[in-house]
């Protein structure tokens, strides 16, 4: 039976618990309890880009999966377009940060997170760690599904579409960079990844 890993990456300051994560997560183990061979990783990512992609890296390595899907929001989705080339699979990008180096340069010093307010340390080199991961240009623009919010309030939508030329795209009209409306557009990205 054909199985497949379904990688979740979450943003910036998030976690495995977001809203979006959650989401996702169920919907897949709904496939699964119809049958699917899918098996589902959604890791705390660490403060630093090299160490999370390291960890991500060893996990894919390690699954005995006969195909990967990388789904991505924000900085999650800046990894999934470096995770998605290495590997040659599909990468679903929800409002990615397509240039997550120049996007987190000011963001250097103590965070915390969004659902814990546990501090971390963002570090400078760590903007070094994510230009080294830059992708310029997707090769393949049919492994790609976009989903962009017109209404995200971090990023600009045009640039995410710019990014991903002749790939899948759905231009969300309004929403935020968080995607309240994630709902309405599940059932797409979980085809797009499973199918």
């Not at 039976?1 to 169920?26: E, I």
């Not at 800046?78 to 995770?83: E, G, Q």
């Not at 659902?115 to 080294?132: G, K, Q, V």
């Not at 759905?170 to 995607?179: A, C, K, P, T, Y």
Request: proline share 4%; with cysteine.
């Amino acid at each position: 039976m054909n199985s497949l890993l379904v990688v979740y990456l979450h943003g910036f300051r998030s976690s495995p618990r977001s809203s979006k994560a959650q989401m996702t997560g169920d919907a897949i183990a709904h496939r699964k309890k119809q049958g699917a061979a899918i098996e589902w990783y959604c890791p705390q990512l660490l403060a630093s880009p090299r160490e999370s992609m390291d960890m991500v890296q060893r996990h894919i390595d390690a699954s005995k999966a006969d195909r990967l899907s990388v789904i991505g929001s924000s900085l999650g989705g800046f990894y999934t377009n470096y995770l998605a080339e290495h590997y040659g699979c599909k990468g679903i990008a929800l409002n990615p940060a397509v240039r997550a180096g120049r996007e987190l340069a000011p963001h250097v010093g103590m965070m915390t997170a969004y659902d814990s307010e546990e501090p971390f340390d963002f570090r400078a080199e760590y903007i070094d760690e994510l230009n080294r991961m830059q992708i310029e240009s997707i090769t393949l623009p049919e492994r790609y599904l976009l989903l962009a919010a017109t209404g995200d309030e971090l990023l600009d939508w045009r640039e995410m579409a710019a990014f991903y030329p002749g790939a899948q795209q759905i231009i969300i009209q309004g929403s935020d960079h968080g995607i309240h409306n994630y709902s309405d557009y599940l059932d797409d990205v979980v085809r797009f990844a499973c199918d």
